[in-house]
């Protein structure tokens, strides 16, 4: 066999994890968060990570992206390939977690993701640099991507500091940042929860936009069921570290889903709640659903 064929035969493929867990090192020994979690994204798919606050959707996003250090977590897994290559996702030992090759990832809070110290140039040249563009080009490629997240006057951007961009600017750049390195997977976790819906929707189509000219796979992680309804294909829900459900987007109010999902959807508010005085909470539902 070429050495070749295993990548080609899985050109299609931009993730695959299989027996999947996370667990946390405490003071009290190993505490899972997150276990045997299973899917398969292909190019330019989108999976909606969808969940209670504290249900594991961070962990899950960040020990795929390889952003949990060993010191903090360990990772299991039985198979884990970013575009059709396999991955060690075992917890970095190193001190400054480092990416896994091929996953990007995007946060609520862009001050999280970028470097406070690093002009917005310098920070272009590290991902560009890694991919491979060489010095030449790399300024280039950098107004390139600016302008393609809708920001004018990219020379001028390119000197300055995070601190020195709007809020809304410096989650444009991180998009950039995050979709420059070309990745297989983007992981989006709550990128829009902090923003208004018409601001909220408006990031997601640019985000969604350029994922499906990089043919990126797209893992969504929300609370918010309507954005994940309107922007993915599947949907994984979980509670408690475990997969409650792994459905299509379409399905995810049919009759044979979990108690817990069919709760979680049955307590999203409609406007034709409004006169009512009490809103349906998940607990409610859930015992509703389960009998
Ligand atoms: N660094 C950590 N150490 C120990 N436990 C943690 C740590 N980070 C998160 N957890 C726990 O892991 C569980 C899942 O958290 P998280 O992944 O943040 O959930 P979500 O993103 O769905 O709100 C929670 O019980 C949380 O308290
Ligand atoms: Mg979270």
């Not at 299973?38 to 992206?65: D, P, Q």
């Not at 890694?130 to 010095?135: L, M, Q, S, T, Y």
């Not at 300024?139 to 709007?166: D, F, M, Q, T």
């Not at 987007?249 to 889903?257: C, F, N, Y």
Request: aromatic content about 4%.
């Amino acid at each position: 066999m070429s050495r070749l064929a295993k990548p080609l035969e899985r050109a299609d493929e931009a993730i695959a994890v299989e027996r999947f867990a996370v667990a946390y090192r405490t003071e009290f020994g190993l505490v899972p968060a997150v276990s045997n979690v299973s899917f398969a994204l292909k190019r330019s798919e989108r999976l909606a990570v969808v969940g209670e606050s504290g249900s594991g959707k961070t962990t899950l996003a960040m020990a795929i992206a390889g952003l949990l250090p060993h010191e903090t977590a360990q990772v299991d897994y039985g198979v884990a390939r970013v575009a059709g290559r396999p991955v060690d996702m075992s917890a970095s030992r190193s001190v400054i977690p480092v990416r896994h090759e091929g996953v990007s990832m995007i946060f609520q809070d862009a001050m999280t993701s970028l470097d406070p110290v690093a002009t917005i140039a310098h920070q272009f040249r590290s991902v560009l640099g890694k991919r491979g563009v060489r010095r030449s080009e790399i300024r280039a490629e950098s107004i390139e991507w600016i302008e393609k997240v809708g920001i004018p006057n990219p020379e001028r951007v390119l000197k300055l500091h995070p601190y020195e961009l709007s809020g809304g600017m410096r989650q444009r750049v991180m998009i950039a940042l995050a979709m420059c390195s070309k990745p297989a997977v983007l992981i989006a976790d709550e990128p829009t929860s902090a923003l208004d819906i018409v601001v909220s929707r408006r990031i997601m189509d640019l985000v969604l936009s350029l994922a499906v000219e990089l043919g990126t796979a797209v893992i969504v992680i929300t609370h918010d069921i309507d954005l994940a309804r309107k922007y993915t294909d599947r949907m994984l829900v979980l509670y408690n570290g475990e997969v409650q459900d792994l459905c299509s987007t379409d399905s995810v109010t049919s009759a044979e889903r979990s108690p817990y999902t069919r709760a979680l959807l049955d307590c999203v508010p409609r406007l034709q709640d409004y006169d009512k005085e009490f809103l349906p909470t998940l607990a409610r539902s859930i015992e509703r659903a389960a009998s």
